[in-house]
């Protein structure tokens, strides 16, 4: 099979989110096997929309489903390029080639998505329970098919049948995937630096945060998830930075590079440039972080508190002590996830610290550290002297502000003091574990991490999580380990779906265990309905809606009728009669065009709707009109025309003679008769 790309993020969990049986009104009698594409025709089905390119498998599959919509509610096929598929894909990624996850796209697709320059709405969107046969059969069957995700095995990579398969090969989401060897090392928010075989022991049943970079390159927290065991003995490749790293990963695994696009570790080259991630210890030995959006740093615990929390609380400053600060509830500074992190005011957070402290002198072991800590320091010439200085100058009562001008020009040394406190804080920042990545580059070059090497080491298990909304991690960076496919049509084997430009054929089995989310699309129109028989309780949909979004949301409108044909058959001619019929459409949107849409016979013309001319000949054959509508629909009707010599009636002696067919409408107690003379 040739490599595709995956691109649907890990299924992503509303409680609000719309079930389809919800608003099912008594399901009509399902058929045993049902094809969307069998009642139509002339679908396109080989359309791969550059996902061998990109991880664009999201909007692919709704390019898909479009193509369907607008065949049986405008009966016309549209057409929909590879580049608007693209450009969608990255204007939803936000020029990521990072993957796409469903459920937010969709939100995406209700306020549309250009195709040429008609914007394609949806009216809502309702989850389907992947383990009822029933709701995802209805769901294929009334709406038109299913937008689903799978957690593809890597033993579908070889199947022609994608069937359940029990070996290690079969286990969910193993085809692809951010996959490193177990030795590797992920930074987390609490300040753990832990490989990810210990993150899939400890974590295993419990979410955890990571350094992640959201879209404008922001440090972001981002919830990690799944820590597992994704493949054994997979083919490795070692990557070397010039920072003397080095990674372990697979050769599918992409990493984020410094121009903000994704590269797979196998395309990786000597001076590629990588997103980086740096930290250093700031004032107060707090932790700041290299923010590659602006190229400066900033501290960690604020850029978080910010993102989780919101903003600092406005209050009204009368004081210092009024100020807001944050704080680390569990007394270390380094430790900055999120639900460590809370807002107060300074003088409520000094006294909350020196209670913290007055129980931490009641320990032996804290008061032991603390004076091995502070015999050390008073050990240090340097450290010394400038303590007795600054200690001279609390005891005066007065600041440095206060101090006289003449007596600082003559002590030049207090001016180093400062920058001697930054090297006694990087030291204790060291002493404590903490990374100083960034301290042996200067500030010119500190952007980036460059590639020194790539080279295959054989084979190793390796091991994945996911990532949240951002899908990437301060390791390296997200990669796609799910895909995103389009259902149109099910039978007692099971469902097949349109992915990468062909048709696959699954087993219900599959489908069951392999499927993470599926949604039934209601859109605006879904004109192929009949009014009287739409099986969705639209008053109760937009019911729902309205108490999800907060504001009314009125149902969709009406079915408009189909475009249709109303003529049935043509009347016959005869060779040397003037010819004359009137075409007639109904449904669509006035005004409507008409054309020839065949060969027909060189006296025939059409005018608007008017079929007209004088027959020379014989004729009896199939002629074609199309009319299309306002808005684009079409519909094609084909019809037999019968030209011939005489007229099928023979009247008095033998002379032809040609009786006008005429209609007349009588009016008899109070209903209309045809009666054709």
């Known amino acids: 099979m040739a490599e595709y790309k995956l691109g649907k993020g890990p299924a992503v969990i509303d409680p609000r989110t719309i079930k389809m049986k919800a608003i099912f009104k008594e399901l009509p009698p399902l058929p045993s096997a049902f094809s969307v594409d069998l009642s139509l ?8 929309y550059k996902n061998d390119v990109y991880g664009d498998c999201v909007i692919a599959g709704r390019a898909h489903q479009t193509l369907r919509f607008e065949a049986f509610e405008e009966n016309k096929i549209i057409t929909i390029s590879d580049q608007e598929v693209v450009d969608e894909y990255f204007r939803e990624s936000g020029g990521a080639d990072s993957g796409l996850y469903l459920l937010n796209s969709l939100k995406y697709w209700r306020k549309g998505w250009f195709i040429g320059s008609k914007n394609y709405t949806i009216y809502a969107y309702a989850s389907v329970e992947p383990k009822d046969r029933t709701d995802v059969k209805a769901t294929t069957y009334l709406m038109r098919g299913v937008y689903t995700g799978l957690l593809l095995p890597s033993s579908a990579k070889t199947q022609t049948l994608w069937e359940v398969d029990d070996s290690p090969a079969g286990r969910p989401g193993s085809w692809g995937g951010h996959c490193f060897t177990g030795d590797t090392k992920v930074s987390l928010l609490t300040g753990e630096e832990i490989t990810l075989k210990e993150l899939s022991e400890k974590y295993i049943d419990k979410d955890f945060w990571v350094y992640s970079l959201d879209n404008e390159q922001n440090i972001v927290a981002g919830k990690g ?3 597992r065991l994704t493949r054994k003995n997979a083919e490795i490749i070692k990557i070397t930075l010039d920072n003397g790293e080095v990674i372990k990963c697979t050769k599918d695994h992409k ?6 696009t994704y590269k797979e570790a196998q395309y990786l080259s000597p001076n590629d ?5 740096y930290r250093k210890s700031g004032r107060g030995g707090y932790e700041e972080c290299f923010v590659p959006q602006d190229g400066t740093y900033h501290f960690t615990h604020e850029m978080i508190s910010k993102q989780i929390i919101g903003n600092k609380p406005k209050i009204d400053i009368k004081k210092n002590s009024d100020r807001i600060i944050i704080h680390h509830k569990d007394f270390n500074k380094h430790n900055n996830s999120p639900e460590n992190l809370e807002y107060m005011t300074f003088i409520d957070h000094t006294n909350l610290h020196k209670k913290h402290l007055s129980i931490l002198n009641q320990t032996f072991d804290f008061r032991e550290r603390s004076r091995h800590n502070m015999q050390k320091l008073w050990g240090n010439p340097e450290w010394k002297e400038d303590r007795l200085l600054q200690n001279k100058i609390n005891l005066d009562g007065k600041g440095f502000d206060s101090w006289d001008k003449e007596k600082l020009k003559n002590q030049p040394h207090l001016k180093l003091t400062t920058e001697k406190q930054r090297e006694a804080r990087k030291t204790n920042a060291k002493r404590i574990g903490l990374l100083n990545r960034g301290k042996k580059y200067s500030k010119k070059v500190l952007i980036n991490h460059k590639i020194v090497s790539v080279e295959g080491v054989g084979f190793e298990d390796v ?4 990532v ?19 259902i149109y049509e099910y039978d007692d084997v099971g469902p097949t779906c349109m992915t990468w430009g062909y048709r696959q054929k699954m087993t219900w089995a599959f489908f069951e265990k392999y499927c993470d989310e599926a949604f039934g699309i209601i859109d605006n129109r879904n004109s192929w309905v009949d009014p009287a028989t739409n099986p969705l309780d639209l008053d109760k949909l937009a019911q729902l809606l309205t108490e999800i979004t907060g504001e009314p949301i009125p149902p969709p409108e009406d079915p408009k009728p189909v475009l249709a044909v109303v003529n049935k058959e043509l009347p016959k001619g005869i060779i040397g009669t003037s010819y004359q019929v009137s075409l007639q459409a109904v449904g669509g949107k006035w005004p409507y065009t008409w054309r020839i849409a065949s060969t027909v016979p060189s006296w025939l ?3 608007e709707n008017v079929i007209t001319g004088v027959p020379t000949e014989k004729y009896s054959g199939r002629i074609a009109f199309q009319v299309t509508d306002a808005e684009g629909s079409y519909i094609v009707s084909i019809f037999d025309l019968l030209i011939s010599e005489s007229s099928p009636c023979q009247v008095g002696n033998g002379i032809a003679k040609t009786l006008n067919i005429y209609t007349k409408r009588m009016k008899r107690r109070g209903r209309f008769f045809y009666l054709n003379l």
Do not use: W
């Open 605 to 607: 013309k059409l005018t």
């Open 468 to 486: 949240e909304k951002y899908h990437n991690f301060a390791l390296s960076s997200g990669v796609f380990v799910h895909n995103c496919v389009y």
């Open 463 to 466: 091991y994945d999580f996911e």
């Open 41 to 48: 025709g002339g679908i396109p089905d080989n359309y791969m």
């Open 255 to 260: 990493f984020l590079m410094r121009d903000n």
């Open 225 to 227: 998830k799944h820590p």
């Open 273 to 277: 440039s990588l997103m980086p991630l």
